[in-house]
């Protein structure tokens, strides 16, 4: 049995979704998958390629597979494959490397060069020195990516070894079990007695609950304490908005009022699964005032932002289970206000949001077509995934139902995930309404993969916020520097529908508020990909930044 058969009975039995670009040094590989009933999604460029192996671990919540060839292949990857890293979603990357000493070949680098790079970018590197090998080593790997903090590991294969003839040696991937840190009961005592006579407990609830299965648990453990319930930006979704205890999206000043008020009024903060980052807390807005605790699996992030009163490094879900069964032996504090009072900071919030709805004119604002997207696509199980720009900023308030997804970056921030992680989250699941919001300039970055959906038949809806310019920074530099220089931040004027149409999509322009609705309704029924194109005010601050940098207009 050739080494590329093997391979591709580990990738069916981890993932039937194979994303790549097809090059000659993988082709016996990529035909064996397809002959095999593997779904190959043959992308347009290497990094569209990475976001959407990234986007099929976060919807499917097994490791993305990600087949690309040596040198541009493995490298054009290398961004989405650091955001698996830092932001903890498993992927298995496979490339094969060029062996040097034999006269030139194509995407031949000096020895141990690919490697090295591809290395510090993933949690784990294996390169296959023995074809008998095989098997052993895509096992460890699979382990490695779902141990701890999940995340990318890379395979590399020889070239002239994907020929090899081996032996099949199988192990079954459900026999395989990710290690878990081991948790301190004391600890989790200690913190069970503080929550249990805090006066105002809040949870802030990162991703890291999602990831493990753990929502339950959480909101089992709040409304024993009866505690607030926030999320972070990219753990929207995990609690019910319809929840009476729902604070809201933690993210500083640029998140939900009443989670910033309930945490910064909090005596005891539990987190869990969030790392704290950058944009995660509104430029470092949110403020904790009272004890934090701190729950993560990855050990480096405890303690990196924000300094804890007790760090405990464990899995989130293994972390509530022995939390829930010690709060249900002991007396908790009554806290018959904390509904009341988060009801009144809703009501608080909504005013100020129902100020904002009303107080407009001249070219739509980017929160209108939010608040549109909102109404319209309320099927249910939706799956919203938005790239890096203010537009993305808007959506930060955007509620989130039960059986929805809500996928972006906030810690990594690269542009240009929207577009191709739509692709790949319609094909996956073609029967869900499946919504990209993204800006001109990511548009730009990836969005020909747009020809990718046509392809396919997947029915993405492609929502650009188009205002010719790179809008989130130009808010950045009025804010650092006090003016504005348009070469940085300026774009051209692009017609997208039209582009979209002649890439095989159905295009839509939208230039009036009043064709707001009516036309994403269009969008919606649509038997096609479709894009939005919505031009918006250029000069508009997001809601949340008017909050957080006191800036009304880039003007």
Same mark, same amino acid.
């Given at each position: ?26 082709? +016996? ?27 099929? #671990?976060?919807?499917?919540?097994? %490791? ?11 490298? +054009? ?7 698996? *890293? ?45 074809? #008998? ?16 903090? %999940? ?6 294969? %020889?070239?002239? &070894?994907? !020929?090899? =003839? ?23 005592? =200690?913190?069970?007695? /503080? ?16 990831? #493990? ?20 930006? &990219? ?38 699964? $969030? ?11 949110? =403020? ?19 300094? %804890? ?35 009144? /900071?809703? =009501?608080?919030? $909504? ?7 009303? !107080? ?35 959506? *930060? ?17 690269? &542009?240009?995930?929207?577009?191709? +992680? ?21 548009? @730009?970055?990836? +969005? ?18 188009? !205002?010719?310019?790179?809008?989130? @920074? ?44 009516? @036309? ?12 939005? !194109? ?22």
């Amino acid at each position: 049995m050739r080494i590329y058969e093997i391979l591709t009975y580990w990738l069916t039995n981890i993932n039937r979704y194979v994303f790549t670009v097809a090059a000659e040094n993988i082709l +016996g590989l990529l035909r064996f998958l397809i002959v095999r009933g593997g779904f190959v999604v043959n992308s347009r460029f290497e990094p569209s390629a990475g976001f959407m192996a990234l986007v099929s #671990s976060r919807l499917l919540l097994r %490791p993305g597979l990600l087949v690309l060839t040596a040198g541009p292949g493995i490298f +054009g990857a290398l961004s989405p494959i650091a955001e698996a *890293f830092v932001e903890g979603d498993p992927l298995i990357v496979i490339a094969p490397s060029v062996v040097s000493g034999r006269g030139t070949h194509m995407h031949q680098l000096r020895d141990d060069t690919q490697f090295n790079a591809v290395s510090n970018v993933v949690k784990a590197s294996f390169r296959l020195s023995n074809a #008998s090998y095989v098997s052993e080593t895509f096992a460890k790997a699979y382990k490695a990516a779902i141990s701890g903090k %999940p995340g990318p590991v890379y395979i590399e294969v %020889p070239l002239e &070894m994907l !020929d090899s =003839e081996v032996g099949l040696y199988t192990i079954d991937t459900s026999s395989i079990s990710a290690d878990k840190p081991i948790i301190n009961n004391e600890v989790v005592r =200690e913190v069970a007695g /503080l929550l249990a006579d805090a006066e105002f407990p809040v949870l802030l609830l990162g991703r890291g609950v999602l990831l #493990s299965g753990a929502g339950d648990l959480a909101v089992k453990v709040a409304e024993i304490l009866n505690a607030p319930m926030a999320t972070t930006i &990219m753990a929207k979704g995990l609690v019910s908005p319809n929840h009476p205890l729902y604070a809201g999206v933690a993210a500083g000043r640029a998140g939900n009022m009443v989670a910033y008020e309930v945490i910064k009024r909090a005596d005891v903060v539990l987190a869990i699964g $969030n790392r704290f980052s950058e944009i995660g807390t509104g430029r470092y807005s949110l =403020e904790i005032r009272g004890r934090l605790i701190h729950v993560n699996i990855d050990d480096y992030d405890l303690g990196r932002s924000y300094k %804890p009163y007790i760090k405990i490094y464990a899995d989130a879900k293994d972390f509530l289970t022995k939390l829930l069964e010690t709060l249900k032996g002991l007396r908790i504090r009554r806290r018959d206000y904390v509904i009341n009072e988060l009801r009144e /900071l809703w =009501e608080a919030e $909504n005013r100020e949001l129902e100020s904002h709805y009303r !107080d407009v004119g001249g070219l739509i604002k980017p929160w209108e077509v939010i608040r549109a997207v909102r109404e319209v696509f309320s099927r249910g199980k939706t799956i919203f995934i938005g790239d890096v720009g203010a537009h993305r900023i808007e959506s *930060f308030l955007m509620p989130i139902y039960s059986g929805e997804s809500y996928i972006t970056s906030t810690s990594y921030v690269s &542009m240009g995930l929207a577009v191709p +992680g739509a692709v790949a989250a319609s094909i996956i699941y073609p029967d869900r309404d499946v919504v990209a919001l993204v800006g001109d300039g990511g548009f @730009l970055m990836t +969005g020909l993969e747009l020809s990718t959906a046509v392809q396919y038949g997947a029915k993405p809806k492609i929502i650009i916020f188009n !205002d010719s310019a790179y809008r989130v @920074l130009s808010i950045y530099e009025k804010v650092k520097f006090g003016s504005i220089t348009e070469p940085l931040i300026k774009l051209p004027q692009v017609d997208f529908a039209s582009l979209a149409k002649a890439l095989g999509g159905e295009g839509i322009t939208i230039t009036r508020r009043e064709d707001l609705k009516s @036309l994403l309704t269009d969008a919606l029924n649509s038997n096609k990909a479709v894009v939005v !194109d919505v031009h918006i005010d250029p000069n508009a601050v997001p809601i949340p930044y008017q909050r957080l940098y006191n800036l009304r207009s880039i003007n």
